[in-house]
């Protein structure tokens, strides 16, 4: 048993060996009702790495006493699936559950992703997806449909500081081995992936020997865990949209953090700068017309400089907008503008404010009343008849 990772040896053979995902399984939560009242129910797990996705799979078979098919789309073909599929069908002439689990079920294509909507349909196999991008955007929505969708958590500190803690008594580590303050290190390295927290323990138990494991030792097996952050997947969405929201909120603190996670994941800083010249007409506005010179600036002087240095000036606007005063006045009468325009679309313009570049245009009326001044206003108004008294300015 040795020679396999010590997050495989340490992996939980029963539930409640299982650190973490509390709000599925505790009592009436959805996976201990699937088990307890023994409903094979075809599912997605949804989750970040090392959170537990394939454990729970194979620990919700073991319960059915299914057969356990393991496919990982990284690497399957639609081949591989069809042999699943024929396998699974002898059995249920026999009268045995299959479940298939798929790992990484998003690799899949559309076709291949089509090819398991009969056989799940007709209860021929029970499909566990496992997938760590948003399944919204990723998992077909027919397949989607038909399976149940469970979002597990990322560990907290205190739950991998609990499974460090396992493995070093499966190690056999005393404490003055591998003290708190190394556990508690590499717990914060981890980012709540168990399966990295596990294999950090496994190179700096070996880099030690039979040494106190420091957390010099713990930073150099660590090395540097890269962020969390995935710039076409949900990650880049959620960051932006938090980065949004603390400007409009005026949270500055905020601001530069999410800032700074989007910028050390790898963020175009453009897509960044982009993001606020549209802050600053939509939620400043004119509570601070100047923002929006700013903003531009600010993707100008990005374009022309780029990073590492860029990021001045993008803090630097960032702060700006998160501090401005807001209003939304702009943008919530452009909205009534634009739902005017299309409730509207036909209405003709009337004739005192048409262009009437000749005479005939001028007798028929083009134009009449209206003066070349300053602030005029015509005693028929500037809006079609139908639309008189409306004010796109005011709650």
Not at 154 to 171: H, M
Not at 260 to 282: C, H
Not at 328 to 342: H, L, N
């Amino acid at each position: 048993m040795d020679h396999q990772p010590l997050a495989e040896r340490l992996r939980p053979k029963k539930l409640s060996d299982i650190v973490g995902q509390n709000h599925l399984l505790g009592k009436g939560k959805i996976i201990r009702e699937i088990i307890e009242h023994k409903q094979p129910t075809s599912l997605i797990l949804w989750g970040p790495p090392g959170s537990g996705k394939t454990t729970l799979a194979r620990l919700i078979t073991e319960r059915f006493g299914a057969e356990f098919v393991e496919l990982s789309a990284v690497t399957a073909i639609k081949a591989d699936v069809m042999k699943v599929i024929n396998r699974a069908e002898q059995n249920q002439r026999l009268g045995i559950e299959t479940i298939l689990f798929v790992d990484e079920i998003h690799r899949f294509n559309k076709a291949q992703q089509d090819a398991f909507l009969p056989y799940v349909e007709r209860g021929v196999i029970t499909l566990i997806g496992a997938t760590t991008e948003n399944p919204s955007f990723e998992v077909i929505r027919p397949l989607l449909s038909r399976c149940k969708v469970v979002v597990l958590e990322p560990l907290s500190k205190s739950e991998v500081i609990t499974v460090l803690r396992r493995a070093a008594r499966l190690l056999k580590l005393r404490t003055a081995q591998f003290p708190s303050r190394s556990q508690a290190l590499i717990a914060e390295l981890s980012g709540g992936d168990a399966r990295v927290a596990l294999g950090t323990l496994e190179l700096a138990r070996s880099l030690a020997g039979q040494k106190t494991i420091t957390q010099e030792l713990v930073t150099t097996a660590a090395q540097q865990r890269l962020p969390g952050y995935d710039k076409q997947g949900e990650y880049h969405y959620n960051l932006i949209s938090a980065f949004i929201k603390s400007m409009r909120g005026s949270d500055a603190t905020a601001t530069f953090y999410y800032l700074a996670r989007m910028l050390e994941g790898g963020e175009d800083p453009k897509f960044i700068a982009r993001r606020m010249v549209i802050f600053a007409s939509e939620d400043i506005g004119l509570a601070a017309p100047a923002a929006l010179n700013l903003a531009v600036s600010t993707f100008l002087a990005i374009e022309r400089i780029g990073l590492p240095e860029g990021q001045y000036n993008l803090f630097h606007c960032a702060a700006v907008m998160a501090k401005a005063p807001k209003s939304r006045t702009v943008a919530e009468a452009m909205g009534r503008g634009v739902s005017a325009a299309r409730d509207y679309a036909d209405l003709p313009v009337p004739l005192h404010l048409r262009n009437a570049p000749t005479k005939l245009m001028k007798d028929l009326g083009y134009g009449k009343g209206t003066k070349w001044q300053a602030g005029f206003v015509h005693p028929e108004g500037f809006l079609p008849p139908e639309l008189r008294g409306e004010n796109f300015f005011t709650d």
